[in-house]
């Protein structure tokens, strides 16, 4: 994109500083700038905790836009139940 360089690259999350206008007042922002603050506070603010999990947008659009089956099969690997078992009740 030589038109719109690359500005950042952390943790594989690549901002263009077409992203970067999308911090503007009145502005959409961009998928990007979106995974790359999800990569940023997994990294840097969240690590260390199992309680929490952060998506990025295009897992949540799978699991919004998909059947039951696929949901369940896209999110077996994170083991939700298990880490959300300390904060649910018992019923």
Known sequence: MG???QILDYEDEILHA???R???DGCWLTDPVISFY???IHKEVIASSEAIQAMPPSMVFLIVHS???TVAEVVAPL???EVLEPFVPAW
């Open 3 to 5: 038109d719109d360089p």
């Open 22 to 24: 999308s911090l503007g």
């Open 67 to 69: 059947d039951p089956g």
């Open 79 to 81: 083991k939700l139940a």
């Open 18 to 20: 077409s992203d970067l």
């Open 38 to 40: 999800l990569a940023f």
